[in-house]
Each structure stands twice: as C-alpha cells, then as structure tokens.
DNA sequence: GATGAATGAGGGTTCATTCAT
DNA sequence: GATGAATGAACCCTCATTCAT
C-alpha cells in the first residue's frame, strides 16, 4: 500500500479515536509507519488531512449505498432495506460517527469547500424521492412525506442511539451494545420507520 | 454569583464550543473572571470540571422534563409533549449536544463513575412506561414498545438532525436552521413518532 | 500537642522525604491537620520553617551525645561509645541525613546565620579533644590526632554508607540495610577508627 | 558538540546545584544553547535525563580509578593511591556528590532499573578484593577485611567531609575548605585507612 | 520520496504566598 | 489563633509545523 493511502487509513482510525482536537499528528505517522514529514508532503496540514479523511468516508458510505439497488424495488421493501442498511453500516462503522461530530463540533469548517461532498449526495435523494412518490401511488404510504426528512429520521434513528452509546448505556443502565439489545434496535427501527410512513 | 458557579458555567460554553480536547482551561478561567488557578481549587481537574459540567446538563434537561408534566395526561398528548420538549431543548441548548458528543468520544470514561446520573433517569423511565401502558389499554398504541427505545428514537430524531447540522446542511444542500427548515422537522418528527405508535 | 509542634514535625518529615524543593507546604499542613496560613502565622516562610527544623534536628542529637557521658570513661572505651552511638543515631534517623544534604545541597545558606548552632558544638570538640589527649597521655592513641577531623572521620564512616544506601545496594548489588549487613558494617567501623587510632 | 551532549553536560551541572526537583528544565536548555523541546526529544523526561546524567557521572569515576593501574603494585602503595584519588575525586568533582545525594533521596528510584550501573562496579570489587588478600599474604594487612567495606570507608572518609562542607564549617568554625584543611584532611584519612588496615 | 533534528507557542497543572474575615 | 478563597508566576511537558539534507 502506497504511504499516500497509510497515512490516510491512519488518519481515520486516530481521528476517530480522538476527535481532531485530540488527534496527534505523530501517533498518525507512526502509525502509518511513516514519517512525520510525509503528513505533510502529501497533505499540506492536519485539517486538510482531516478533510481527506472525511471526503473518503462520504465516499464510502454513498458507494455501499448505490450497491443496494433501490430504485427497482417494491418501495416498502427499498425502504426497509435502506433502514437496515443505515442501522448496519453504522454499527460496522462507529468511526463514521465520530468523524461527524467533529466536523459539526467544527460548524462544518472544512466541509464548507467541499464541493464533492454536495455532488455526491443528489443521488440518494433523488432515489429517495422516487422511492417515496411510488409507494404513495401504490397507496402505500402517506402523502408528503419530504424525502431529505425521511432520510434524516432514518439515519438519526441508528445514530443517536450508537453514537451516544456510552451516555446512554449509562443512564438507562443497559448495555446498549450487548448482541440482544443490538438486535431488539434494529427491528424497533424498521417499526418505527415503516408504521410512521403506513397512510 | 459564587466563583465556583461562575467557572462551571464558562466551562459549559467552552467545552460546548471545542470539545473536552479543544478547550482551553485558560480560556474557561477568563471568561469566568477568574484566575486560573481557582478551577483546580474547586474542581481538581480539567477532566473533573467536564464532568461536573455533564451533570449539570444532564440535571437540567430531566428536571426542565419533570415539569412538563406528563403522568396526568391523555397518552397521545403526553407523547407530543415530550417529543416537542425534546426537539425545543436541543434546538434551544446545542451545547447539551456537543457535550454528549464529547463524552461518548471518549468513550463515557468520565460519565462512567457518576451514579448521580443513573439515579437522576430512572424515573423518566417510569413516567415512559406508564404513559405507553395506558396508551395500549386504550388502544391507542400498538403493543410490545419499550420506553427506552421509544426515548431515544424521540431523541434521535431530533439529536440528529441538530448535532450534524452543519454536515447535513452541506450534503443536501439547505439550509437547515431557517425557521421554515425549523418548523417543518417539528411537525415531521411529531408526525413520524405518533404514526409509528399506531397501532 | 500545639499546632506550632505539629507543624515542625509534619516538616521535618516532609523535608527529610522530598528535601527542600521538593517540600510542599500543602503536605505539610496537612499532615499537621493544620491550615497552611498557620505555617506562616508561625514561621514566617518555607525557608525559615526549613531553619527551625534543622536547629531542632541538631538540638537532638547533641542531647543525646551529651547523655554518653563520655568524660569519665576509658578512652577507648568513650571512643567505642561514641563511634557506636553515631552510626545507632544514623539508622534511627535517616530523616536527619537527608536534612543535611538539603542544607549542603544549598550551600549552608539558612545554616549561615544561626549562632545557635555553632554555640551548640563546641562542647562536642572540647570533649572529643579532651579523651584523646588522655588516651595519648596513657600511650593508647597516637599523638597529632586532630578531635575534629576524627569526629568528622566516624560520622562519615556510618553517614556515607547509609546515606548513600540505595545507590550502594545497587551498584554492590548487596542489601546494605539486610540486618546482617547492617551489624557488619557496626563492626567493621568500630574495628576501623579503633585501629586507625592505635599508636 | 552534539546537542545531545551540551544537553547532558548542562544538565549535570544543573542537577548538581540544585537537585532534581530544584533543577529546571528550561535553564538546562538555555544552557546548552537548545531548545527546551530538544530536552524531550533526546530524553523522555526530566527524571530519565537525570538518570542519563547519573549513568554517565559514575561512568567517568569508575574509569578514571581504572587508569590508576592498582593490580601490579604494592598493596599497601595500592591502597594508598585508591585513597588519594578518592579524595581528590570527590574535591574537584563536588557535582558527582549532589548527584548521589539526589538519587538516594529518592530512594534509588531511578538507578534501580539500570543494569549498567551494576556491571559497571564488579571489576572494582574485584580488584580491590585481590590487593586485599595480597596484602594479608604478605602480612601486611589484617584478616577479614571485606572489599566492599573497605571501599566504603576510603569514599566515606572524603564524602563525608566535603558534602556536608558548609554544616560542617558552620558547626566547627572552620573553614574546611581552606587549603591547609584539605591537605590536612588528605593526609588525616590516609593515616586512619592504613593504620586501619595494619595487622 | 524520505528523514532526523529543531522550534516557539502554549498545553494543563502546581507552586509558595497573601487577602479578608 | 484559625480559616477558605484567591493569586501570579512558573513548572514540566507537548503541540503542529518546518529546516536541512
């Protein structure tokens, strides 16, 4: 693997682990096995390589999403797929999350240039969109529904609760993460998600 | 006000505006128009200072909760209660946010040793229960739902969409904080939260 | 016991355990279950608290030589005794050891002003020098032995070896402060200064 | 020079006038015409420096002592030269002194772990044990002197004296640094070591 | 592409001491 | 005699970044 693609790997294990604040420009180059130095070179300061990483894992995350071939799908059963999908990809990967909360602890400061990150996105919402008129056609779902809310209810559904795993397992008194709990949320979501869209 | 009183509350804004990593101990001294040297006084760290901030929050949210009320209400209108409560709260107190935020980085390491937090949920917990027992008795609400994951779908739905503000506001391209943005993910939470309650 | 005595007593422990820069007046009240400020309601500062402790350290040692009774005895004998009861006194009070070494490690900078010690010594001399000019007179020590250079030659004999316990196991790879090498040594020196006094 | 030897040189010095806790990193740089950060860079700490410096303090005796050739000569002659060389060691190295006494407050801490050290002390031993039993065969030494003992005193006998210098003088009288005190101190432990020894 | 050495600013924390009561 | 609150200076250490090769 190239250094290049090292040190971004790194980058996004240690940015996650530490927020950007907390991240250290020296346990990411060791952890690359690389050199301080290279950071640098091939980008030019820590935010920049912290936007890297950001741009990489939209990246990511959308790229899964496109594999899930909504469009030709019966729309209860696109929608189902798309929450489970959500539910799983954050599970697998709680670094995702953390990332975000940095950017937006941020105000989204690097994020604001991006132009990828918006082009990336048209995409998912035109699906969903499709996704939505269909099942209202079908009389399947309720009228006027906005597919951005939608999409935010899904993903905010699986966030809060992993993101905030910690706090909340302490509050509740439960582990939040024991296989039962995991399973219990999953299918609590796709209700959730599913009755709310029923006319 | 006490200077103790005056540290935890400029420790609030900092902590909520650069995180446990990115804040500034100097910073929190002279906002407070304190000395520096006062924070290790009354609190014996910075770390200890973040959490007696994190109880403060937390006290605040469940105690503004307690006086809403709900155990004497009609269930349906118990529930659209809490779940604008919670949408106002978090719009009205993004620092709760960055807070949790914050501490579930680092893994609720600090929350971990606090037993004032447990004590302080369990009864929103029971309130929560109750309210879904009557709802169900009287066939208002669909059976099998647990007052826990209830709560933090009601939560989630609007933690999410504030925390990542910023990011989501980026990807999809609005702006969400106008006040029609506003307005319109109140109704649509409420909306999703009672028609996933159907039964 | 008054809080003046607690005090010195909580310093001189402090001050034997960390020597003079390492000393934290916090610890020191504290363990004097006093308050800091009554450190300086009764010494007027650290440094002269540090004077006050090794003016009572010397005090106790010259008591207890004095109470040998070394006037009357055989020469050799008084010698014995003293040589004996230094090297007791140094095991019994390593803290008195470490006071030293804080006082030279500055030079004799709070020592330098104290007539009280000097006034408290020359006693010690005035004796020393009188039973080794009765043990010349009866041809036991040989002649042209200085009382003060002798003094300093059996204190140095316990002193650096005690003094200098942890470096000495370690380099040796021995344990000096083993009980059988601690009598070992009790013999050894007796054996040396003796002999080194013969004529 | 290296940096990181006026670092360690700067350092030595630093540590023998005011001790470890005493010692201050930032003049230790400023000595050494480094950066404060080079400190860390080189050692890991303050106390792995002072470590260093220790290390490299008994490595220069131990090798100057190892140039004074004692394995070929008289014993009584060897004896004598280890005492003289001892002495005059310890007076124009006073800084070797402050060391030991920083390290034995505190308790060894740092050497314990250093195995060098040890190594570095077993040829002594050595040599010194077979001018011992030389000097028993050719009887001129007394039985049952052990080495270490022996050593102990020959480095006492000076320690003593020129560590506590400024107690000593002030409690005495005298200055015992004058140059008639040191030459009469020299030639008062050579008697004393050699009469010690005879048979 | 890669590296070891260097830097200045500032990080959290602790110090001896004093104020006001 | 005694106390809790306050202070400013300075402590050790670490940061992201750059220089020179």
Redesign the interface.
């Known amino acids: 693997m190239s250094t290049r693609q090292k040190i971004l790997d790194a980058a996004l294990e240690e940015f996650a682990r530490?927020?950007?604040?907390?991240a250290r420009v020296e346990r990411i180059a060791s952890r690359a096995n690389a050199n301080k130095r290279m950071i640098y070179y091939y980008f030019r300061s820590k935010e920049d390589l912290f936007l890297a990483v950001l741009e990489a894992s939209?990246a990511d995350i959308r790229s899964a999403e496109r594999s899930l071939d909504l469009e030709h799908r019966d729309p209860r059963e696109a929608v189902k797929r798309l929450v489970e999908f959500t539910w799983q990809y954050y599970l697998e990967h709680p670094e995702f999350m953390?990332l975000?909360?940095?950017?937006?602890?941020h105000?989204?400061r690097h994020?604001?240039n991006?132009s990828r990150?918006?082009e990336?996105?048209?995409p998912l919402?035109g699906t969903l969109r499709a996704i939505l008129r269909r099942g209202e056609k079908q009389g399947l779902f309720?009228r006027g529904?906005?597919p951005?809310?939608l999409y935010?209810?899904i993903?905010?559904?699986?966030?809060?609760?992993l993101?905030?795993?910690?706090?909340?397992?302490?509050?509740?008194?439960?582990d939040l993460m024991a296989p039962r709990a995991l399973s219990?949320?999953a299918r609590?979501?796709s209700?959730?998600?599913l009755?709310?869209?029923?006319t």
Chains 1, 2, 3, 4 share one sequence.
């Open positions: 530490y927020g950007l604040s907390g939209y953390t975000l909360n940095s950017e937006n602890l105000k989204g994020v604001r991006s990150l918006r990336m996105h048209s919402v309720r529904v906005d951005v809310q935010i209810s993903a905010g559904e699986g966030y809060f609760y993101s905030n795993r910690y706090t909340l397992s302490r509050i509740f008194d439960r219990g949320r609590h979501i209700h959730m998600i009755n709310a869209l029923r």
